[in-house]
């Protein structure tokens, strides 16, 4: 199934208000690159921020696989959600104003 179909497929199970909702995640980790891989199948944008880089010991137990491995994790989410509303930053973040600045002001906020 391509992403484009996975994204209308999975937007079905969420209320229409919330379809178009902006989510950010502070975080690529164990819940965060999960967490934005199946939220960007059901709301409008998802963006996941995170400094740090895939290593051997998060290969099967966060979203990455081995070519994976020394890429940064949100870019590396980016890629496996390829096709999907989902957008990584290479970035650390400190404050809540750094979303905002950066990417717009979310309807939600994981972290």
Known sequence: MRPDQLHNRFSQLVPERTRNF???IA?????????????A??????????FDKVEAENVGV???GPADIGI????AVEQIGFGLPLR???ERVTEYTDFVTRGGCPD???S
């Not at 975080?27 to 939220?39: K, P």
């Not at 199948?41 to 995170?50: A, S």
């Open 72 to 75: 940064n994790k949100a870019m």
């Open 62 to 64: 966060q979203a990455y």
């Open 22 to 24: 902006r989510v950010m």
């Open 88 to 90: 990584g930053w290479d």
């Open 27 to 39: 975080g690529a980790g164990m819940v965060g690159s999960w967490t934005a891989l199946a939220l």
């Open 41 to 50: 199948r059901m709301v409008g944008d998802v963006q996941i921020w995170d």
């Open 108 to 110: 939600i906020l994981v």
